[in-house]
Each structure stands twice: as C-alpha cells, then as structure tokens.
C-alpha cells in the first residue's frame, strides 16, 4: 500500500466516527497534513517512507478513539 493510501485509509478512518459530515472535510485534511509533516520528520531523521509513515500514523493513536474523542 502507498504511503497517502495508508495515510488517507487512517484519516478516513477517523473521520467515520464523526456524525457532522461538514466537519469530516477539515478533519480529513488537518489529519492528512499532520501525519504527513510527522512522516516527512522521521524520513529527515533517516526513516524509509513506509517506515515513517507507519510510525505517523501509530504516534496519531488508534483512530477510533481520535475520532470520538471530544474537545
């Protein structure tokens, strides 16, 4: 699996816990962005792209409990 499938599999994830549809758009994108500057840290740091974005992605937390948390 790419590195965006993976990412946008995870943020898509988040987003299907979330009753506001309108909100599932900026979610979806600040989710995206976050992953993807924590992915592009650790290959700076000398993380191949799978490797980096797997370790984004678990640093984020299990995705359903992002998605139902509440602020």
Do not use: N
Request: charged share 30%; aromatic share 8%; net charge negative.
């Amino acid at each position: 699996m790419q590195a965006f499938d993976r990412i946008h599999e995870y943020s898509k994830l988040v987003c299907d816990q979330i009753r506001w549809e309108k909100a599932h758009e900026p979610v979806l994108k600040e989710i995206e962005a976050h992953i993807t500057d924590q992915r592009d840290a650790y290959i700076e740091d000398g993380l191949e792209t799978y490797e980096a974005t797997e370790c984004a992605i678990r640093q984020m937390g299990d995705p359903i409990m992002v998605g139902t948390q509440q602020t």
